[in-house]
């Protein structure tokens, strides 16, 4: 079982930056497609972002699209989401997920994902 840890959350003004980072355990971090979730207080958990473990461009909803960039460095087991030109809308708890190892056609759903984190608070004020 991967275990994830988010940080990097915290307030910050409209049109300002954060970086997220997740964290995995063990030893197989390479061999999972990764993902970022948000979820604001009422709504579903939203995907925001993932990257393949097989390679390639990351993909993102279209929310965040040109503002966010996702990253990971298999040799430190992390993945960051670098945020940018926040928008109030952008408040909600940040999520890192995982795949199950070597799964192709990973896509946007959350039943992709079965490794969670705990989550990291990101609000944008006005």
């Known amino acids: 079982q991967v275990q994830l840890v988010e940080s990097g959350g915290g307030l910050v003004q409209a049109g300002g930056s954060l970086r997220l980072s997740c964290t995995a355990s063990?030893?197989?971090?390479?061999?999972?497609?990764l993902a970022w979730f948000r979820q604001a207080p009422g709504k579903e958990r939203e995907f925001v972002g993932n990257i393949r473990w097989s390679g390639g461009s990351p993909d993102y909803a279209d929310s965040v699209k040109g503002r966010f960039t996702i990253s990971r460095d298999n040799a430190k087991s992390t993945v960051d989401l670098q945020m940018n030109s926040l928008k109030p809308e952008d408040t909600a708890v940040y999520y890192c997920?995982?795949?199950?190892?070597?799964?192709?056609?990973?896509?946007?759903?959350?039943?992709?994902?079965?490794?969670w984190g705990q989550g990291t608070q990101v609000t944008v004020s006005s």
């Open positions: 063990g030893r197989t971090f390479s061999t999972h497609t």
């Open positions: 997920a995982a795949a199950a190892p070597f799964k192709l056609s990973v896509g946007m759903s959350r039943s992709s994902y079965v490794y």
